[in-house]
């Protein structure tokens, strides 16, 4: 992990990021770890996600918990106090020579601080405003629930998501990780990026808007032609698909495992595999629409095959010949040669340790510009004076300002 080259493809954009939490600093590290230059402009008293941990045990600093760390790597902090006058001007001053600013507070609140889109696209035209909200704003289309609050758990429930997950058919669950916030953040990188590539064509920059429940609606494409093609309302179905069979979790001696092999191509493979050919050449499992027809019969015998084995075992028998997984908890991830030579968990060094500890790794793969950790997550204000002495402010000035509690 270090800042030297190769650069990566959003070397030289640079981002005034005004978010907190999930979503928002999410959305920007993506950006972060394809080489743009983030300054996290936060409050006097941090992020809020630098206290919520988890810590290591050996951290006696306490700086930051992983939670932050997992989210932030990459960027630069400043804090900076925005109700003060004098804490917003620099942040005005700062959007200068930025290419996007990116806010997710509750919608109105950056437009009486007189920093909302209309006065920063007035003083700079080509400046791209993004805004990660739980209903959108009202800008781009004003919901009746515009001004309510929202977290990963509305999201999930309001877009759909949770009346699809579960154990049966009564019974809707969240979903593990916060998709809630981590799917409006993806989808707000690529409206970034792409308001940004315009901006630079054409001079002008605009609002880039992406709502939470609008995301995960999104991301939850299948209900909605399910119900206008059929009328059907789609409910959780398990851990198995509700038009494909076999596709979905089976029991494994020490576990459990998925595999996907409803396709024409991989049924007879499964069934050779699992002992059981005639199952490939029975006519009343023919079909993709026959086998889910038939599905109960289908996961009695592939889980009677797989509840006999391990999951290593069935690994090494299954994998590469059908779609299979196992159902890998983190251990097994930190383990599995794949995600070591996919360089997906990566050793970054934390303040208060004097060893080195592990995030998640950089998804998005690229040859010429890999994107990659360079630097672990800042300390806050750690490049404050930095910024401001760009800003042409004098030491004295920044001391002042300290002092007076505008900045930290």
């Not at 495992?257 to 007879?268: F, L, S």
Request: hydrophobic share 40%; glycine share 10%; aromatic share 6%.
């Amino acid at each position: 992990m270090s800042d030297e080259a190769p650069l990566g493809a959003l070397d030289g954009v640079r981002i005034v990021d005004l978010t907190q939490m999930l979503a928002g600093p999410f959305c920007t590290q993506l950006l972060a770890d394809q080489g743009a230059e983030i300054i996290k402009v936060e409050p006097l008293d941090g992020d809020h996600t630098r206290i919520v941990g988890p810590y290591h045990d050996d951290d006696k600093l306490r700086a930051f918990g992983g939670y932050f760390a997992s989210v932030n790597r990459n960027k630069r902090s400043i804090a900076i106090d925005l109700k003060r006058p004098e804490g917003r001007d620099l942040v005005m001053r700062l959007c200068k020579d930025a290419d996007a600013v990116v806010e997710n507070y509750r919608g109105g609140v950056m437009d009486r601080l007189g920093l909302g889109y209309e006065a920063l696209h007035e003083r700079y035209p080509k400046l791209v405003y993004a805004t990660i909200r739980g209903f959108g704003d009202w800008r781009t289309g004003r919901s009746p629930y515009t001004d309510w609050p929202a977290y990963d758990v509305v999201a999930q429930a309001f877009g759909g998501v949770m009346a699809i997950t579960g154990p049966d058919k009564t019974t809707p669950m969240k979903v593990g990780p916060g998709i809630g916030d981590l799917m409006p953040a993806t989808m707000c990188a690529f409206g970034m990026v792409s308001a940004i590539f315009r901006a630079h064509k054409t001079g002008c920059g605009q609002f880039v808007d992406v709502g939470m429940v609008d995301a995960i609606l999104s991301l939850c494409e299948r209900i909605v032609h399910q119900h206008a093609y059929t009328g059907g309302v789609p409910t959780p179905e398990g851990n198995h698909h509700p038009l494909l069979c076999p596709f979905g979790m089976f029991p494994a001696k020490d576990g459990f495992v998925t595999i996907a092999a409803h396709a024409d191509t991989h049924w007879p493979s499964l069934c050779r595999l699992i002992g059981r050919p005639e199952l490939g050449t029975d006519p009343r499992l023919a079909t993709v629409q026959d086998r889910r027809a038939n599905q109960d019969e289908i996961i009695t015998a592939v889980s009677a095959f797989t509840s006999r084995r391990t999951k290593k075992e069935l690994l090494a028998h299954l994998g590469g010949q059908v779609p299979f997984a196992p159902v890998n908890d983190v251990r097994d991830i930190f383990s599995d040669p794949h995600f070591a030579a996919r360089d997906m968990i990566v050793s970054v060094p934390h303040p208060g340790l004097n060893h080195e500890t592990r995030v998640a790794g950089v998804a998005i793969k690229m040859t010429e510009t890999p994107g990659r950790v360079r630097h672990r997550a800042p300390l806050l204000g750690e490049h404050t004076d930095r910024y401001l002495t760009e800003l042409g402010l004098e030491a004295a000035e920044i001391a002042h300002l300290r002092a007076e509690k505008i900045v930290a």
